[in-house]
């Protein structure tokens, strides 16, 4: 599969950008953080400005491993909501909505499920590792093995043109990509020729036959490409990936006071044991934070009091809390102009918008699939 990226999209004259659609989504884990933002949130609220974006949070996702206790979901889905708003997703130009308001997301699964082979969902890599890491919970569960076909209903429903991921659900878009071919070989509008009927078109047309193909006939499910999406290593405050499991994060709501407190016990790098050790910010991980926060002017201080031993890891801390206290004002007093009421009206109105998108696809996909339309009184 070729990979888009922002730069060859931009390149490619032929593309224009302005009515491409994007679509991506997040499951409710509660109250957002620095990596959750760097890692994702902050893309999107660049890609808003040029695509047609669909951002939802994934609920239902969110059932498929913790279905045992439910009782979050709806609380983290509003801090969800509530972060994006505070991040910069601005929902007069994108819709933001809660993929359990638009039923036609669990319709479309299981349309998807009847022409999905079991083998494609069990060989996603994430699906075994998955199970090992969450050993605490029972994933034997038909909902666990699917998800990923439920991901594809998600994107397929938008008939997205781009999906940002980072590096590791790149084989999520790919099962995607394939799922949604073999509903086109299955399922084609009236007209649409699939590629591999093209490939045979073009043999009888070597061998002296014809076969007309009507131009410009697109396929109901066009398959996606993805947006691959810059993750910085992003540490939390015990040098590992930040992430909510391992109670290391700066959440998106941290006051300046809790953010300083975190970042106090950090590890630094090994080599400093004293004061006047030198040491080096790329075995850091406060030099990692710098790297992503930090102004030019500041980095270079870092590395040159860092190598000189000229400053100490406190100072250089203290540095590194005030880009992230910078980075983070201008989100927080965003966020503090709504409140659950308001975050409720956002969702509800793109809920709106999202369904009679959705209901679009879904007739084509029914009439695609011989399913009897409900008459019209
Ligand atoms: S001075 Fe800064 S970059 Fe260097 S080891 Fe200390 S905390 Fe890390």
Request: charged share 25%.
């Amino acid at each position: 599969m070729a990979l888009t990226t922002d730069s060859a999209i931009s390149s490619d004259p032929l593309r224009s950008t302005t009515a491409r659609r994007v679509l991506s989504g997040m499951r409710p884990t509660g109250k957002l953080h620095l990596g959750n933002y760097v890692g994702a949130l902050k893309n999107w609220v660049a890609l808003q400005k040029q695509y047609e974006c669909y951002f939802f949070i994934a609920d239902y996702h969110a059932l498929t491993t913790d279905y045992a206790d439910p009782r979050n979901v709806a609380q983290n889905t509003l801090e969800v909501a509530l972060d994006w708003l505070g991040a910069g997703l601005d929902p007069e130009i994108c819709t933001l909505f809660v993929q359990s308001h638009v039923p036609q997301h669990a319709e479309l699964h299981l349309l998807l499920s009847m022409i999905t082979p079991l083998s494609w969902l069990e060989r996603v890599p994430t699906y075994k590792e998955q199970q090992e890491n969450l050993s605490g919970k029972d994933l034997s569960t038909y909902g666990f093995l699917g998800y990923p076909l439920l991901q594809s209903a998600d994107i397929l429903m938008y008939q997205a043109d781009f999906v940002p991921v980072g590096q590791d659900q790149v084989a999520h878009v790919e099962l995607t990509r394939e799922v949604a071919r073999r509903f086109n070989q299955f399922c084609p509008p009236p007209g649409y020729v699939p590629p591999t009927h093209a490939h045979l078109k073009e043999t009888l047309v070597a061998e002296g036959a014809q076969r007309e193909i009507p131009p410009g006939i697109q396929p109901i499910l066009p398959e996606p490409q993805v947006l691959l999406t810059p993750s910085p290593k992003l540490p939390g405050t015990d040098g590992r990936k930040m992430s909510k499991s391992y109670n290391n994060t700066i959440l998106l709501t941290d006051p300046e006071p809790v953010i300083r407190q975190k970042l106090k016990p950090m590890v630094t790098d090994p080599a400093r044991v004293r004061r006047t050790d030198p040491g080096d910010p790329d075995k850091c991980p406060v030099g990692d934070l710098h790297k992503v926060f930090s102004s030019p002017e500041t980095l270079t201080k870092v590395y040159e009091g860092c190598r000189g031993a000229g400053i100490g890891c406190i100072e250089c801390k203290g540095w590194a809390a005030d880009s992230i206290v910078r980075e983070l004002a201008p989100i927080q007093e965003r966020r503090a102009r709504y409140n659950e009421k308001s975050a409720q009206e956002v969702l509800r109105n793109g809920a709106v918008r999202a369904r009679k998108r959705a209901s679009k696809t879904m007739a084509e996909v029914n009439e695609a699939m011989h399913l009897l339309p409900e008459a019209v009184r």
